[in-house]
């Protein structure tokens, strides 16, 4: 009798484990390009998307250009969302993102920071061409959204020519806040939701949006994924009102 309840029990235990392998082999992996400033907030997207469904999402986050040139040169992405139509729109007319599967998704806003405790709690765009301020990091502009809408608010604010020799360049915007958290620099010109994310910057002014084009992000389904169906039900589900409240309590809006 103990030697069949022991074969019973093998058998149950071999079936649970080739029942937990099936599951885990039926979990697909997606991998989504997006932008540096969007961690936090699909981080959390991340958790409330894979409690409902059979898939492991997997990030690549960077300066949306850099992004857009890996999948240029065949990254195996499934899903971009980027920080700049151009970039976007680039992908579109390369016919690698699925016609009818690409969209605005949110926006954000631009600000200006400097590392706590520091004196310059009346820091503003006007005064970055003082004396007392040295270094101020913003994105590389070519490669980084961030960067680019903050050279055409430093030019439609008159400002440019004053401070182009401070600017320290950086591969995205989350390494522009690691700068002045560090205070490696003086000031440093981020989106409103990465300065949402840390505790040793201070915002000290939020820049005019007049002063810049609309800041909005564009994701898309990738022509070439292996996962058609389940990229596009990620695609449908970040539009969804749970993800877009998650969205909004990481700082950016909601468009309408």
Same mark, same amino acid.
């Given at each position: 009798?103990?030697?069949?309840?022991?074969?019973?029990?093998?058998? =149950?235990? $071999?079936?649970?484990?080739? %029942?937990?392998?099936?599951?885990?082999?039926?979990?697909?992996?997606?991998?989504?390009?997006?932008? !540096?400033?969007?961690?936090?907030?699909?981080?959390?997207? *991340?958790?409330?998307?894979?409690?409902?469904?059979? $898939?492991?999402?997997?990030?690549?986050?960077?300066?949306?250009?850099?992004?857009?040139?890996?999948? +240029?040169?065949? !990254?195996?992405?499934?899903? =971009?969302?980027? !920080?700049?139509?151009?970039?976007?729109? /680039?992908?579109?007319?390369?016919?690698?993102?699925?016609?009818?599967?690409? %969209?605005?998704?949110?926006?954000?806003?631009?600000?200006?920071?400097? @590392?706590?405790? /520091?004196?310059?709690?009346?820091?503003?765009?006007?005064?970055?061409?003082?004396?007392?301020?040295?270094?101020?990091?913003?994105?590389? @502009?070519?490669? $980084?959204?961030?960067? %680019?809408?903050?050279?055409?608010?430093?030019?439609?604010?008159?400002?440019?020519?004053?401070?182009?020799?401070?600017?320290?360049?950086?591969?995205?915007?989350?390494?522009?806040?690691?700068? $002045?958290?560090?205070?490696?620099? &003086?000031?440093?010109?981020?989106?409103?939701?990465?300065?949402?994310?840390? *505790?040793?910057?201070?915002?000290?002014?939020? +820049?005019?949006?007049?002063?810049?084009?609309? +800041?909005?992000?564009?994701?898309?389904?990738?022509? &070439?994924?292996?996962?058609?169906?389940? %990229?596009?039900?990620? =695609?449908?589900?970040?539009?969804?009102? !749970?993800?877009?409240?998650?969205?909004?309590?990481?700082?950016?809006?909601?468009?309408?």
């Amino acid at each position: 009798m103990r030697k069949i309840t022991i074969a019973i029990l093998i058998l =149950f235990l $071999v079936s649970l484990l080739s %029942s937990c392998n099936q599951e885990k082999e039926e979990r697909i992996q997606l991998t989504i390009s997006a932008a !540096a400033s969007m961690k936090d907030v699909l981080t959390e997207l *991340k958790q409330l998307y894979e409690q409902d469904h059979q $898939v492991e999402l997997l990030f690549n986050f960077g300066g949306s250009g850099a992004l857009k040139q890996q999948i +240029i040169q065949g !990254a195996p992405v499934d899903l =971009f969302i980027s !920080a700049s139509k151009d970039h976007m729109d /680039e992908l579109v007319e390369k016919q690698r993102i699925l016609s009818n599967y690409h %969209s605005p998704l949110v926006g954000n806003s631009l600000v200006l920071i400097t @590392p706590k405790n /520091e004196n310059h709690a009346e820091l503003s765009l006007t005064t970055l061409k003082d004396q007392t301020i040295e270094k101020v990091a913003i994105g590389i @502009p070519e490669m $980084v959204p961030a960067g %680019s809408y903050a050279k055409e608010a430093l030019h439609n604010a008159q400002l440019w020519n004053q401070v182009k020799e401070k600017l320290i360049y950086t591969k995205d915007v989350s390494q522009v806040l690691t700068y $002045v958290e560090t205070k490696n620099v &003086n000031a440093g010109i981020v989106y409103k939701t990465d300065a949402k994310t840390s *505790k040793k910057v201070v915002v000290t002014e939020n +820049i005019d949006s007049s002063l810049h084009s609309p +800041i909005m992000y564009y994701y898309g389904v990738l022509e &070439n994924t292996n996962n058609s169906e389940k %990229s596009k039900s990620v =695609f449908e589900f970040l539009q969804t009102p !749970a993800a877009q409240q998650v969205f909004e309590k990481y700082g950016f809006y909601v468009l309408e």
